[in-house]
């Protein structure tokens, strides 16, 4: 019996240390004074951004854009502070990222994925890794504000037809 218990605390120590190394859940917060409620071009739940249609002509050559969409991005409830200016940072998380930034495809066009800017005609938001946007500013003594961002195709490569979906997880940071 005691073999029998030695044996499996030898194998509980050399499976449980493997399986610690390689399961590891990190979890993120903010503790802050401030909370505002947050919206995409006016849903606060749900958010879907809708992209025109485009020929596939015009996303033939690997690095091209089309369907430039304008999106709103906007807080409201914010904690009103008479005398100073609050900057919020806005932090997107891809959830499939292509080599380039971008937020990758799972619908049914290849070669295509979606880019995400700073600003309406502004540059490219790199998701390979957390990104932090600056644009956010409630005034002195106002408590909301909003921002525009826009997405795009991108061309990975010659697209072919078919749908194209994508998501990112955002969030705002008062740091």
Avoid at 13 to 19: I, R, Y
Avoid at 43 to 71: H, I, K, Q, Y
Avoid at 117 to 125: E, I, Q, S
């Amino acid at each position: 019996m005691k073999k029998l218990t030695l044996s499996a605390l030898v194998l509980t120590a050399l499976f449980g240390a493997n399986a610690h190394a390689n399961n590891t859940i990190t979890f993120l917060g903010e503790v802050s004074d401030q909370t505002c409620e947050v919206a995409i071009n006016g849903a606060t739940a749900n958010p879907t951004v809708l992209l025109p249609t485009v020929s596939t002509a015009d996303l033939a050559v690997a690095g091209s854009v089309a369907g430039e969409t304008p999106f709103t991005l906007s807080v409201s409830g914010c904690t009103i502070n008479a005398t100073q200016a609050l900057p919020i940072k806005t932090v997107f998380v891809g959830n499939s990222v292509t080599v380039a930034g971008n937020l990758g495809n799972t619908g049914t066009a290849t070669n295509v994925s979606l880019q995400i800017l700073d600003a309406v005609g502004g540059n490219a938001v790199d998701l390979t890794g957390v990104a932090t946007v600056d644009g956010l500013n409630v005034a002195a003594g106002d408590s909301t504000a909003s921002h525009d961002f826009a997405v795009q195709y991108y061309a990975e490569g010659a697209a072919t037809a078919g749908t194209v979906v994508s998501s990112v997880q955002y969030a705002i940071s008062y740091l």
